[in-house]
């Protein structure tokens, strides 16, 4: 493969307005999070004070074995959850507290593990769908800005079709453009790519960094997966198995754009080392902690 | 030809007249109905047990022309379809708001569900006498019956299509800004379509049951009727043709039902 060859998803220059200089939107700010649990009295403690903030325009990826409370905690951010004590704050406006309550909202859109295209609908349908029930463009003008989306993406063709007749990656683009039409400030990914095999993950990994590269947006990225985890992150947030908390914090100073090549680098390898003794001691912790309940 | 066109069966697609003719389903189908009725006709002749009772399709055939020329056989088949449709169509004007309203408000649920699932059982038939009675005319009485068999298949599929519906599709519709009411009709109504449609075919097909059970016992006319009348006349190849007329009838009318569901939820023909 040529080394000049640029195969880069060109976005819209209205999604491409946070490429110069620093993104000054989508700052997320996690303080002290608890979230409790009261299935049939039974407390249980999922998140346990966790604090983290993500930067503007930052990919942060989360990876905790199951059970960690990473969904949890992108739950409560999105707004499907309330949370027991502690602050969320989306550019210093709060999100939710243990005391106030947040509705899902278009500024920050999930992705979610088996992806949520609405099967009725057809993909240009699916796309436009964030404008058109919030009202505030014209229908026409969001149905061309849609189909030059879909076009810069490489899914022109598949506009009028339904979410079943494309295949799984397909899907996930049109998902992730669906999102990036409402041009949110944070994007919400959790554990998009788990249910596709190896082959289309990584063209869909090398996908998701083109439009992270080309819209700098925030991304807040769930997944089980480390190789995914340290080729995509900025920062890689290791949780530990429940009760939830933030383990540690992996810095990944590998340059962007990054492309497959990454893999192979040293670095790449060192980080993920480091990022795979702590996950490990956690699910060994996990596991354990599951054998005790089945005893 | 435009692929997008509904196919009127499961067979797929058909973009040609002569691809729908020299279909292998349909081919398949005649084939198997042609044979069916030569082992009728065999099994009469030659007098096999039980089977043998019945009378030839060659006799039936014979008594088929007479019957088609006459007026009150048509009749007839009006009677029924009427008594159906009617039935029908209150069950899902009642029905469906009434489903989709169980399924989207908790307190409205937790107060019907009872009620409903205490009638439920109680065959639509069980109702005749009832109906008979407190019904002013007698073919109301009958409409009622063939409404009750629709309704409650109708309220509980519906119901469940409801309460099917995949949060993911209610979250991410949240989290792209839509209202109550898009909740609704955009998602709601449309994941819920499948579940009303297959209500309906199944609704329809109890519909024919009641109502020529119904003629039976409580009325003068229709193709119930006219089958049991057979019976009671002794003539056996109008009552092998009153029977033949009711599958055919609840055939034409699940039909339409499939029709209309292929055309109101293109995206499931598509896999």
Known sequence: MGRNRTDTV??????????RGKPSVGQLRIEEVTKIYSPKGANVLALDHCSLTIEAGEFCVI???SGCGKTTLLNAIAGFHDITSGEIYLDDQLLCSGKKNTDPGADRIVVFQ???????Y????????????????????????????????GLAGISHNYPNEISSGMRRRVEIARAMMNDPKILLLDEPFRALDALTKSVMHKYLLDVYDSSQKTIFFITHDLEEAIFLGSRVVVMTTRPGRIKKVIEVDIPRPRDYRVLSS?????????AIEAVHEEARKAFEAGERELA | MSTQNPAPSSAGSWNTIPDAIFNKTAYRGIIAIVLAILFW????????????????????????????????????????????????????????PLGLLMGIRRYFRD?????????????????????????????????????????????????????????????????????DRDIFWRIVLPATLPSLFTGMTVGMGITWEVVVAAE??????????????SYVAGDFPAIVIGMISIGVAGYISSSLIRYAGSRLTPWLKVI
């Open chain 1, 122 to 153: 057809t993909v240009l349908e699916n796309v436009i769908y964030g404008p058109i029930v919030q009202g505030k463009t014209a229908a026409a003008e969001v149905k061309s800005s849609a189909e030059n989306l879909l076009g810069q993406m």
């Open chain 2, 216 to 229: 039976m016992i409580a009325s003068r006319s229709g193709l119930g009727f006219l089958t049991w009348k």
């Open chain 1, 114 to 120: 088996q992806g949520a295209l609405f099967p009725w």
């Open chain 1, 266 to 274: 040293d670095r790449y390898l060192e980080l993920k080392r480091e």
């Open chain 2, 111 to 179: 107060l019907t569900f009872p009620i409903i699932e205490v009638m439920r059982p109680i065959p639509p038939l069980a109702w005749v006498p009832t109906a008979v009675i407190f019904w002013p005319t007698p073919e109301m009485s009958m409409t009622f019956v063939t409404f009750l068999g629709a309704f409650f298949t109708m309220v509980l599929n519906i119901l469940g299509g409801v309460r099917n519906i995949d949060i993911r599709y209610v979250r991410a519709a949240r989290s792209l800004g839509s209202s």
């Open chain 1, 63 to 65: 990876v905790g074995p």
């Open chain 1, 10 to 19: 060109q976005l819209p220059a209205t999604l491409n307005s946070g490429n």
């Open chain 2, 41 to 96: 006709e065999t099994a009469t002749r030659l007098s096999f047990p039980v089977i043998g009772k019945i009378p030839a399709p060659s006799s039936v055939i014979a008594s088929m022309n007479n019957l088609v020329r006459d007026t009150y056989y048509w009749e007839s088949w009006l009677v029924s379809f009427k008594r159906v449709f009617l039935g029908f169509i209150v069950a899902q004007i009642v029905g469906i």
